[in-house]
């Protein structure tokens, strides 16, 4: 058997010593007449990169051959025939599923639908249950793949004679029958759920008009999201104001919400929201606000406004997020007309305005939380 991402043979590694002393036994016994071909096979494991992987069985192909060669002159080495599998990560999603003691067959599962790379795949095994599903994966399975395999055929008898270095899916045991592995699934794992997301609109921030959005979901396809606007400063001796008291709250539908999202990014049942991907949703706010510039003012109340929002929530790392959105609806507002005079205000105008549009358009940054619960038995 051989280390990760190593082709040297390590006698003191695993159990090769035993494997290459009835290696040994093995060859002493043939006689070298009656060999007819003589196979080497190797393997590696599903980690890294297929590319890579090949390059890595044909190398521990060739320190097969340099072993036998140097402990065996009698052999005819033109008999011999060497070649090499990589083993994918596929091909252990059956085997995986019919281990009655791994905890995370439904998981493994997920990941085979919606993996498309090797490399995927593998990243996504590492984040389930905090990297011990993948350890369980290499105590018990990955690193009996790393091995060689060496027979012949016997021209008398025409049989093939086995000797392995480490054979296939070797699982260490006790007396009882039961798993050495220092990686068992803990009976106590935990699972992202009930994420939530805390945004601020940056084209507001841009114009210094200060605001928070917090969103919560609901449930697969729907959340809750309410934003408030509070921009409050003077400059210029209060000839220049801008003062804005206003929120809302607004219910989303998630069209692409996938299983797949939501498995790799939050959550290890793929059930819960993952906050990403386009939506559309409807929203209620009200306010009041309090504007200046240098002769003018208006000051006033929104009695309330409400209508139809759309947009997309695109990930730009684990926790972060860009939002791209836009509201169309209904805006009622009274306000009045001032001129400053010295220390007071001088009222011009009584004014309503009832609006139909575009009522609001964002880029937000999007901070994603999650709380860790955990998975009873």
């Known amino acids: 058997m051989f280390k990760t991402s190593k082709y040297s043979i390590d006698r003191v590694y695993a159990n090769n010593n035993e494997a290459l002393n009835k ?21 590696t494991s599903p980690e890294g990169s297929i590319s890579f992987n090949k390059r890595l069985a044909k190398r521990r192909s060739e320190a097969i051959v340099a072993y036998l060669k140097t402990k065996y002159s ?13 083993h994918l990560w596929n091909e252990l999603v059956n085997q995986i599923k019919n281990d009655s003691s791994c905890a995370y067959k439904i998981e493994i599962g997920k990941i085979a639908e919606c993996a498309t790379t090797s490399n995927q795949f593998e990243h996504l095994l590492k984040k389930v249950d905090q990297g011990n599903c993948f350890k369980y994966i290499a105590q018990n399975y990955l690193y009996s793949l790393r091995n060689a395999t060496a027979y012949h055929n016997n021209k008398e008898q025409n049989i093939k004679l086995h000797s392995l270095i480490i054979p296939p899916l070797y699982r260490d045991t006790d007396s009882s029958g039961n798993l050495r592995s220092s990686y068992m699934p ?19 921030d841009a114009l210094t008009a200060l605001n928070i959005e917090l969103e919560v979901p609901l449930t697969k396809r729907w959340s809750i999201n309410a934003g408030y606007y509070f921009p409050w400063w003077y400059l210029k001796k209060d000839k220049i104001a801008l003062h804005i008291l206003y929120g809302y709250i607004e219910g989303r539908y998630w069209f692409n919400n996938k299983v797949e999202h939501s498995y790799c990014y939050h959550s ?16 209620i706010g009200k306010g009041i606000y309090d504007l200046m510039w240098k002769s003018e003012g208006v000051k006033g109340d929104i009695r309330w406004s409400g209508g139809l929002s759309f947009g997309y929530v695109h ?45 609001q358009a964002k880029i937000s940054l999007v ?8 998975n009873k038995p």
Do not use: M
């Not at 009698?74 to 990589?86: A, Q, R």
């Not at 004014?351 to 549009?357: F, R």
């Open 23 to 43: 290696l040994d036994t093995f060859i002493c016994r043939l006689n070298a007449q009656l060999i007819d071909t003589l196979y080497i096979l190797t393997s």
């Open 315 to 359: 990930p730009i790392s684990k926790h972060f997020a860009l939002e791209f959105g836009a509201s169309i609806g209904y805006v009622d507002t009274d306000y009045k007309r001032f001129t400053p005079k010295g220390e007071c205000l001088l009222w011009k105008s009584d004014e309503s305005v009832k609006w139909i549009g575009i009522t």
């Open 74 to 86: 009698h052999i005819d080495f033109n008999k011999i025939v060497i070649s090499e599998k990589t």
């Open 367 to 374: 901070w994603r939380l999650g709380f860790k619960q955990s």
């Open 268 to 283: 290890l049942n793929g059930e819960k929201n993952s906050l990403k991907g386009w939506y559309g949703g409807f929203y």
């Open 186 to 204: 803990r009976q106590n794992s935990y699972t992202w759920k009930y994420p939530l997301a805390l945004k601020t609109n940056l084209l507001f």
